[in-house]
């Protein structure tokens, strides 16, 4: 949740997390959650030009552009355990586990409708 809050803002991490709904690639372009939405066919290209770009500068340019941004973007340790330990109380709770057994029951991480769809899974839970 650090690192959404941050790229998303306030109000957009919310909505994300607390509603569970998949993101299609061009929504996720215009939140900036992502760099851009392109065809499948495009992004070799776009990768390999991108590389070759980054690869003409100098190794040390290069790093301490990277530690800088990640000094002003990223979150403190501290802050990303207190989440992980969070998120490790809930997922511990009698309700969180239900929800797991249910999922996992109906196909839950095998390639299927409940992986592909779930967003939708996880709302339908709610009203059973």
Excluded at 64 to 89: G, H, S, W
């Amino acid at each position: 949740m650090q690192h959404l809050a941050r790229l998303l803002g306030r109000g957009r991490a919310l909505e994300v997390i607390l509603t569970s709904q998949d993101v299609d690639a061009d929504l996720a372009e215009r939140y900036g959650w992502i760099n851009c939405a392109l065809p499948d066919a495009d992004l070799d290209e776009l990768v390999a030009t991108v590389a070759a770009r980054i690869a003409s500068f100098p190794v040390d340019a290069i790093r301490t552009i990277k530690q800088v941004v990640n000094e002003v973007c990223l979150p403190r340790a501290d802050a990303v355990r207190a989440d992980a330990a969070r998120f490790q109380t809930l997922v511990r709770s009698g309700e969180v586990q239900d929800r797991t057994r249910r999922l996992f029951a109906e196909g839950f991480q095998t390639r299927g409708d409940v992986e592909l769809d779930l967003g939708v899974r996880l709302a339908d839970l709610s009203r059973r």
